[in-house]
């Protein structure tokens, strides 16, 4: 009795149309995730000049940091869907901040209290 590994992508068995519409879906999958990081950057950059502006209100930072850590669980999901499993170092070279990392997932509206009023 013989072994033979088993063949994962055996293109030869599929038909033209069948193949053709998983490069499509391959495709679209992989500007998605172009898409999505772009805006991962640009809530990033917003978040970074938040911490350096002194004008910024606490509200306005909660509300980019929600927004950067709602960006990163959109990337996060398309690079799965994209069979890409290993984050740490894709986070690592975007250089995302602990606290968005910590605040991954959709954006809640739930405020921080305000310190405003108070003696």
């Not at 990163?72 to 250089?95: D, P, S």
């Amino acid at each position: 009795m013989s072994v033979r590994p088993p063949q994962l992508n055996n293109n030869a068995d599929k038909d033209p149309l069948t193949a053709a519409l998983e490069q499509e879906v391959f495709n679209e999958k992989a500007s998605t995730l172009i898409r999505l990081t772009k805006k991962l950057e640009a809530a990033l950059d917003l978040l970074s000049e938040s911490t350096d502006d002194l004008e910024t209100t606490e509200a306005e930072r909660f509300d980019r940091l929600a927004a950067a850590g709602e960006a990163l669980w959109h990337v996060t999901i398309q690079r799965e869907l994209c069979g890409l499993r290993q984050h740490k170092a894709f986070l690592n070279h975007l250089n995302v901040p602990k606290a968005v990392r910590l605040r991954m997932g959709p954006a809640s509206s739930f405020k921080p209290p305000s310190n405003e009023g108070k003696d």
